[in-house]
Structures are given as structure tokens and as C-alpha cells.
């Protein structure tokens, strides 16, 4: 779509990538199964498709429709979110290379750096990228290749200042990943506050259902862009076809689902900052988390995560054992509400290291259910 530039979020969500079918005229583009392309010659393809590793018109459609919604030039959609970071990070890095990564980046991309790339001859070095004054020291310690930042971060809701951190980054030499899984583009836009490539687990809100694992790379540079185009067709972690659909229908919701996750999960830390029974509520919407200024400010939203803190461990386990609508699980993002006890679930990977996450803590994924029975749910497992 020629004028997608021009368009605004939610247009480009339901629209880019997403003509009519040039035959049929059939609205929503057909699903493209096929693995391979007939050729009118040898190497006379129609389209540019050869085989599905290398392209799928599906799959195409999706990366057009995300790299229109994070405003960047190129995007690439890849089998999950790993796979993505494992590709981008291998076209970035080579060997001596170092990553300086947030003090509580998702733990699964702390483990790929530092037990994949590791033997290869790739560091990791742990900094709290949200405070600018450690980021300084650290860039002033070593110049790292990659700095890589999750705003708001996984669970405790740290905020970064992304366009700061793009600034000093940018002048030791790094480039500067964000991963956008949290805020989504519907909310915040790094690559026009200066990051270079953004990430995602569409697994999370893009896809938005809970019904497809997924990931992307979105950048706006060329070199960048070839070089973890090269990773994708090379080593193949590919979405599929049926994958890449699901994740362009769950993006073209995406604007009025993160809106609704916002105003529920509003709610909740609203609620519950003062309730005795909670020691303390992490969510950037609320006036009192050190991070709000700077989220309200780079974020149209302050999105669906919300996480609290019980006065014990053990109150923690309870509370996530006891809540009927919040299903207890992994991931996030989905419609349907979740909650999650990082130190023996998602986090179990990093306990004991600097990224790990207190006992005590419990982080919800707010879905877009009534607020009513969200509410009512949290209270009593309050209770239990
Ligand atoms: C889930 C997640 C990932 C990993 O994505 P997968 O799709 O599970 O491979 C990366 N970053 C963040 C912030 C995530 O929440």
C-alpha cells in the first residue's frame, strides 16, 4: 500500500499488507500453504517466490503490516520471539562482541545470550538501564555492540527513557535494541524515539489470543535488515503460514485491545495501591511508580501488566493459586486474564542471578473482561 506512511496507527494495523486479493477481489487475502512456486523458466519466478523458506505471500503480508505499525521500513516475522532475538543477534554480533542488557530483560533472552552465544564468544553485561547515570558508567566501563532495553519492563514495570538512552548508546558506538512486547505499538513507538531495531514476541499482544507463538524484527536499517534477512532464509526459523495469518488478524485489533488492557489494568493498580492486604502495586500508570513521568510521556498507554507485591513468598504462591478468571499461566497478552509467579514460572531461568525476581512478587496479565469480575476475582484470591 503506497500511502501507508501517511496513515495513521490503527489504519495501518487493519490495512497494511492487506490489499484485496488482485484475483478473486476476496477481501481478506487468501492463506498461502503452498512450500513451493512454479516457474515460468528456470529462475522465471512470478512474483519473486521460489520456495517457502525463502517467501510466502502470507508471511509477506504480515512483515508488511509490521513494519508499517512500528513505523520502520523493513520487518521480518519469524517462529517466536527467541527465534527472531537469535536471528537479529547473530547478524549483529561476532565473536568479542558484548551485549550490556537490562536488569530484568526477559530471562529467556538473558539465556540465549549468555548460554547460546556464550561459547561462541558473544559477553552479557547487566545494567538497571533505567537509571541513566548507571547506564553512563557502564558505557563509560566498555563500549558494548548491542544495548538491549525492555520498557516497561518484565515484571517489575521499570521504565527507560528510550530516546536518552538511544542518545548515549548511539555515542559509545551501540546500536539499540527495544523489545516492544509490553507496550506494543499501539502505545509506544521506539524506532521514532531513536532505537534502531525493535523486537517482539507476537506470541503476546500482537497475536493477542493465545493462540499462536510467534516473533518479529522491525528496523529501518537496510544493512541491518539484509543481514537478519540472510539469518531468517539461512537458518529458517520462518512463521508459518497459518501462524502468520492468525498474527495479522490478532494485529488488526491490536489499537482497541491495548486500550482496553490499559483502562482494566488502570483499574486494578488504582484499586489495590491502597488495599492493607497489598504491600505494593507496580504499574507506570499510577502517579507513584518511579517511571510514570517518563512513561506518560513516551507511551500513548500505560498497558495491560500490572504486578503486586504480597507481604510473603508464601502469600504470593496462595494468591496466584486461588484467583478463578485469571488463569494461572505463562505468557501474556492474550484477551483472557492471567497471572503468573515469576520466581517458579517464567523466571525460574534467572533465579539466582541478577536478573532475578523477588518471591513476592505476582504479575497479572490484565485481560479485557469486565472489570467488575476482575476486581471481584483479585479481592478474593486477596482473601484466600
Ligand atoms: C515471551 C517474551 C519473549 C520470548 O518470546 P517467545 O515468543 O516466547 O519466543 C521475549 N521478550 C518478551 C518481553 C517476552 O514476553
Keep these: 500500500m503506497t500511502t501507508s506512511a501517511a496513515r495513521q496507527f490503527d489504519s495501518l494495523a487493519v490495512h497494511a499488507g492487506q490489499d484485496p ?18 516457474q515460468d523458466g ?13 517467501g510466502n505471500p502470507t508471511r509477506t503480508a504480515l ?17 517466536s520471539g527467541l527465534a527472531a532475538e537469535d536471528a537479529l543477534l547473530r547478524a549483529v554480533l561476532s565473536p568479542g562482541d558484548e551485549v550490556l542488557i537490562g536488569n530484568d530483560a526477559y530471562g529467556g533472552t538473558y539465556r540465549l545470550i549468555s548460554r547460546l552465544l556464550g561459547p561462541w564468544g558473544v559477553s552479557v553485561r547487566v545494567a538497571d538501564l533505567s537509571d541513566p547515570a548507571a547506564v553512563e558508567v557502564a558505557l563509560a566501563e566498555r563500549a558494548p555492540r548491542v544495548v538491549w532495553v525492555e520498557t516497561p519492563s518484565n515484571p517489575l514495570l521499570r521504565v527507560t527513557d528510550i530516546a536518552s538512552l538511544a542518545q548515549s548508546a548511539h555515542a559509545a558506538g551501540a546500536i539499540v535494541v527495544v523489545d516492544n512486547t509490553f507496550a506494543t505499538p499501539a502505545l509506544q513507538r521506539p524506532l521514532a524515539l531513536g532505537a534502531d531495531v525493535v523486537v517482539h514476541s507476537t506470541t503476546k499482544y500482537l497475536g493477542g489470543h493465545s493462540d499462536v507463538v510467534g516473533g518479529a524484527v522491525i528496523t529501518s536499517d537496510a544493512e541491518i535488515h539484509e543481514q537478519t534477512r540472510f539469518l531468517q532464509f539461512a537458518a529458517g526459523a520462518v512463521s508459518g503460514p497459518l501462524d502468520a495469518w492468525l498474527t495479522t488478524r490478532g494485529i488488526k485489533t491490536l489499537g482497541i485491545r491495548m486500550q482496553r488492557h490499559s483502562q482494566n489494568a488502570q483499574r486494578i493498580a488504582d484499586t489495590f495501591a491502597h488495599d492493607a492486604r497489598v504491600a505494593r502495586v507496580f504499574y507506570p500508570g499510577l502517579t507513584s511508580h518511579p517511571g510514570h513521568e517518563i512513561a506518560a510521556e513516551q507511551m500513548s498507554g500505560f498497558g495491560g501488566i500490572v504486578s503486586l507485591e504480597l507481604e510473603s513468598g508464601e502469600r504470593a504462591r496462595r494468591f496466584a493459586e486461588s ?47 469486565a472489570i467488575d469480575d476482575l476486581l471481584d476475582d483479585i479481592d478474593r484470591a486477596l482473601d484466600a
Design 21 to 38: 486479493d488482485a484475483t478473486t477481489g476476496a477481501v481478506i487475502p487468501p492463506v498461502h500453504f503452498s512450500s513451493t512456486y512454479a
Design 42 to 54: 528456470i529462475g522465471t519466478l512470478r512474483d519473486g517466490y521460489e520456495y517457502g523458506r525463502a
Design 63 to 79: 512483515e508488511r503490516q509490521l513494519a508499517a505499525i512500528e513505523g520502520g521500513a523493513f520487518g521480518l516475522s519469524f517462529a
Design 323 to 369: 484467583t478463578r478468571l485469571f488463569t494461572l499461566a505463562e505468557s501474556l497478552g492474550g484477551v483472557e486474564s492471567l497471572v503468573n509467579y515469576p520466581d517458579a514460572m517464567t523466571h525460574a531461568s534467572v533465579r539466582g542471578t541478577e536478573l532475578a525476581v523477588p518471591e513476592t512478587i505476582v504479575r497479572l496479565s490484565v485481560g479485557i473482561e
